[in-house]
Structure formats: C-alpha cells, structure tokens
C-alpha cells in the first residue's frame, strides 16, 4: 500500500460505488459512515447502500430508455451497485427492481471484504480535513445538519432543497387475489420476470371518484418550518397529484393502459393500483407511485378503499422528508471537485442528481477520477455523448451555452434523460430494415432513441478503454 488513502464520507449508493471504484484502481480507501453511530429519520438498518424509498433501479431498456442505458454502462464499468442489484433482482417487468436487504448486505459484504477499503463507522461533522488532500462527501440528501451547515460556510451558498417521499409497503399475503391478480402492463416480461411481475388492483369509476375525495380530504403532515421548499416532480405525493386534477392520477401511477381484470376479463378497469415485489421471498409489495404526506391514521383508512387491499396489512407506510443538493453548476468543476478546495469532491444526489442509478453512477465517475488524481494521472472525462457524461454535464454546468450565466439559470433534481444528451449527426436516425411505409411519428422517435444508445454504447466502451489505459500507464 504505496498510496496515501481517498477518503469518503457516506456509505449509500453514492459512496459505496466511489470506495469500489477507487479500491478497484490499486488506491487504498477509507470509508467513513455514521449509521452504526448515529442513524437517520429514513434509514432502518446499518447496511451500506440502503434503499430507503422504492426498491426500483426503473427500466434496464438499454436500447429505448436513458435509465437502461446508464445501467448498461455502468455494468461496462465494474459497478459494484449493478452487479449486487443484478443478483439480488426481484421480478418487475422491464425494470429492475431487487430485494432491498440482500441488496445492501450483498454490498456491505463486498466492501468489508475488499483489502483495499476500510470501514469507519464515526460521524464527520465538519469538512474533511486539510490532511485528506483526495476526498469524497456522499453524504446524500439527508446530510447531518452540522456537516450541512460546513458545507454552507465553506461555499457561501444555500443549499437548495426539495422534499422526497416513500411510498408504503403491504404484506402479500393480506392482498385479496380474488380482487387483485397478478399481471405486467401489457405483459411485458423483463429481467427476471414472467409477464405477471405486478399485483393489480382495479377500481371503477365511482371507486375512483371515492378514493380521490377522501385522498384530497386526508389529513397530512405539516411542515411549516420547510415553508417554500419544493417537491420534485419525480417524486409527488399522489395527494398533491390529486390536487392538480381528479384525472391526474389515472393519467399516472394508477393508469389502466395495458392490463386486463384477470377475474372479469370484460371489464375494462377504470383505474389500476400496482404494487411491485419489494424481497426476493415475494412477503413484501410495495405501492408503487404512491409517495404519501399522509399521517399513518390516513394512510391505513384511505388505501383500505382500494379494491383488494381492504384487509391489507403494513410493513412499512408512506413518508415524507427534505432532501438537500448543492448549486452544483456554480460550485463543482467539471471532475466534481469544489472550485474552492481542489481534491475533495462531492458525489450522489448531494450533487443534484436524482434517483439511485444516477446517484451511484456520479459516486463512479468521483471514486474514478480521485483515484485517477492520486495516481498522478489526469480525470478522464466521459464523452458528453455518454449517459455518465450527459449526466455529469447536468451536474456540472455542462448544459449551459455561453451566453448563459451559471447560477441564473434554475437548478433543479434531475434523473438521468435523453433530453440531455448531444443531438445526433445529420442522417444518424436510419429507417429499421424491413421497414414499410412513411418512416415518422413511433417509428422514427425509437429509431431516434437506438441511434442515440448506439452511439453512446460505442463512446463508452471507447471510453473505458481509454480509461483503463490510462490508469494502467499511471501506475
């Protein structure tokens, strides 16, 4: 062990993935996590990378979805977080949703037992100091508000913030399956599934109409203290959704478009709750899309109503909390490292990403370039092209045009999309061969998707290719 540690700060997704990274380049790591010590209003265990909302990583569609595509890369590049979450999968139709808690002890082990990391369980209550000269905070939405408050004083700049919610998580077997059946939308059979990965519930109209009533009349928490701050779109209570129109709901989480009342197959559902598998013994369905503010008295009497769930049972309900996130455009150089104190970086959703593959994707991307630096080698950045390099481009600024002024423009949570990708060369988007008629509309707009996922595959594993080279030339 030649080399000075890189230190972390914080073991979820964002953290965990970094120590990996680094360690797997030859540099020693220390991780430092608080839970062990101290814990948190959302965590329920000491495992590194704990899920705490859903237990979805979202389509792993690798050819028509950015999500899938960040996945695929991400595999490319040794991700400690694919490779626990590919074997610890839980059936899901197109997505790629694990069990939760053979996820985290799956990532916890692997960490215990790499030679190159050692694990500190202390909480960190300042900004690392001047002797960690490579380090990384990853201490996720949740900072402890004395780190938080170092972070403010070091940056001269006010976290942004935005609340985040968690949806409940209901027995299987106090479902009613004379109600409920199981079924994928449109049967779709994705990594590990059937076709039947999800558990349906149907309503009528006037089941429906009854739910929103009671949804839009329910008693929620309050939180004055946080007055003005923001929910993310991503991630709405489906209170605050019914708010928006009676109609909001069954246009989202609870459309019927592609499933079929396995019961009474004539008819047509007005409204769908899915519940999707939360552990690998199948004991647990969370309710997907259903991130509540609700008060626990609420939450059990109003998802009562819903068809198939009137005897349900709780392992977990629905909660609310405020996430924080930098000005990251303003704040980060373009290898995530704090303008005003090069060598410590930031990673994960503290940065302004949002979702758990962008989170572990950007703590990658912090664990490869701190390594990079302590090997004396420059941070290879990912092509813009990239899914890693369009998100990195979001975080840092990159997005911006030089007429724009960084810090001006609105910086919000983002998940990883095709919108912030490069647009592709003229006569990129070729007609599929075979294809018959006028090439437009679906056709062109998945044609459009595979070009864009091509290319960014291509500069990928060009990417990693040269990455590795690099690394190995350093050494």
């Known amino acids: 062990m030649t080399n000075a540690p890189i230190h972390i700060v914080g073991g979820g997704l964002a953290g965990s993935e970094a120590a990996w990274q680094a360690a797997e380049a030859g540099v020693p790591v220390i991780l430092h996590e608080m839970r062990g010590v101290r814990g948190t209003d959302a965590h329920k265990t000491d495992d590194l990378a704990e899920l705490v909302c859903s237990n979805s990583f979202r389509s792993d569609d690798a050819d028509l979805n950015a999500v899938g595509l960040l996945h695929a890369e991400m595999r490319l590049a040794g991700s400690l977080v694919m490779a626990c979450g590919d074997a610890h999968q839980v059936p899901a ?62 940056t001269g700049q006010d976290a942004l913030a935005f609340f985040d919610a968690i949806a409940p998580i209901v027995h299987t077997d106090t479902i009613d399956m004379d109600t409920a059946w199981f079924q994928s939308r449109y049967d779709k059979v994705g990594p590990g599934g059937t076709g039947k990965d999800y558990i349906n519930c149907p309503m009528d109209e006037a089941q429906y109409n009854a739910f929103i009533d009671a949804l839009l009349a329910g008693d929620t928490t ?3 203290q946080w007055e003005g701050t923001p929910y993310f779109d991503g991630c709405l209570p489906i209170e605050v959704m019914a708010e928006r129109g009676r109609e909001t709901l069954r246009h989202g989480p609870m459309k019927p478009m592609g499933l079929t009342n396995a019961h009474r197959p004539a008819d047509k559902p007005y409204a769908v709750v899915q519940l999707r598998q939360d552990n690998a013994l199948g004991t647990l369905y969370n309710m997907v899309g259903f991130q509540t503010k609700l008060r626990y008295g609420a939450q059990g009497d109003i998802f009562r109503m819903i068809p198939g769930l009137e005897k349900a049972e709780f392992a977990r309900l629905g909660g609310i909390h405020r996430n924080t996130y930098l000005n990251s455009p303003v ?15 930031f ?15 950007i703590g990658l991307l912090a664990g490869r370039f701190a390594a990079a630096d302590r090997l004396g080698a420059r941070p290879d950045l990912p092509p813009a092209t990239t899914a890693f390099g369009s998100l990195l481009g979001h975080i840092t600024g990159g997005h911006l045009t030089a007429d724009d002024e960084p810090g001006k423009r609105s910086f919000q949570p983002m998940n990883v999309n095709f919108g912030l990708f490069p647009p592709l060369e003229p006569g990129a988007i070729q007609k599929p061969e075979g294809h018959q008629g006028r090439f437009r509309g679906k056709d062109k707009a998945m044609a459009k998707k595979r070009a864009m996922t091509g290319r960014a595959m291509a500069d ?5 290719g040269t990455d590795r080279t690099h690394m190995e030339a350093a050494e």
Do not use: M, N
């Open 93 to 154: 139709g197109s997505a790629l949703a694990v069990d939760r808690e053979g996820f985290a002890q799956a990532v916890t082990a692997k960490i215990e037992a790499h030679p190159l990391i050692t694990i500190v369980r202390e909480e960190i209550t300042g900004l690392p100091p001047a002797g960690w000269d490579q380090a990384i905070i990853a201490t996720g939405p949740l900072t402890a508000p004395s780190l938080a408050e170092a972070i403010a004083a070091e």
């Open 222 to 224: 309050e939180f004055k």
């Open 331 to 345: 704040l980060l150089g373009s290898d995530l490292t704090l303008r005003s104190r090069p060598g410590l970086r």
């Open 347 to 361: 990673a994960g959703q503290i940065t302004g990403c949002e979702g758990y593959v962008e989170s572990a994707a």
């Open 460 to 464: 990928a594993r060009a990417w990693l």
